[in-house]
Nanobody, 123 residues
Framework: QVQLVESGGGLVQAGGSLRLSCAAS????????MGWFRQAPGKDREFVAG????????YYADSVKGRFTISRDNAKNTVYLQMNSLKPEDTAVYYC????????????????WGQGTQVTVSS
């Protein structure tokens, strides 16, 4: 069992940056691929970024490629999402999730989810 807790959300002006963190409990964190998803009001949840167990393989939605960076620190049981050049359309609740697969990505099942953290980007 893995419990995930996101932090780092907030209000930022367009063009600004935020770093989201997702702290995981449990010793099995390092055996899970991890991902970040987001859900804007009135929209479906969408994949944002993912990375493999080792962190050597990463995936990004086209809408965030070149602006967001996902990383993990297995010693700290934490996964991060660095978000730069933020746009108003990035406004959403951001969720981290863990997958029992090795490589992760947008098409695999995710077994554990955090409660989410709100990111609001003003224009």
């Amino acid at each position: 069992q893995v419990q995930l807790v996101e932090s780092g959300g907030g209000l930022v002006q367009a063009g600004g940056s935020l770093r989201l963190s997702c702290a995981a409990s449990g010793r099995t964190f390092r055996s899970y691929a991890m991902g970040w998803f987001r859900q804007a009001p009135g929209k479906d949840r969408e994949f944002v970024a993912g990375l493999s167990v080792s962190g050597g393989t990463t995936y990004y939605a086209d809408s965030v490629k070149g602006r967001f960076t996902i990383s993990r620190d297995n010693a700290k049981n934490t996964v991060y999402l660095q978000m730069n050049s933020l746009k108003p359309e990035d406004t959403a609740v951001y969720y981290c999730a863990g997958s029992r697969t090795y490589y992760g990505g947008r098409s695999v099942p995710y077994d554990y989810w955090g409660q989410g953290t709100q990111v609001t980007v003003s224009s």
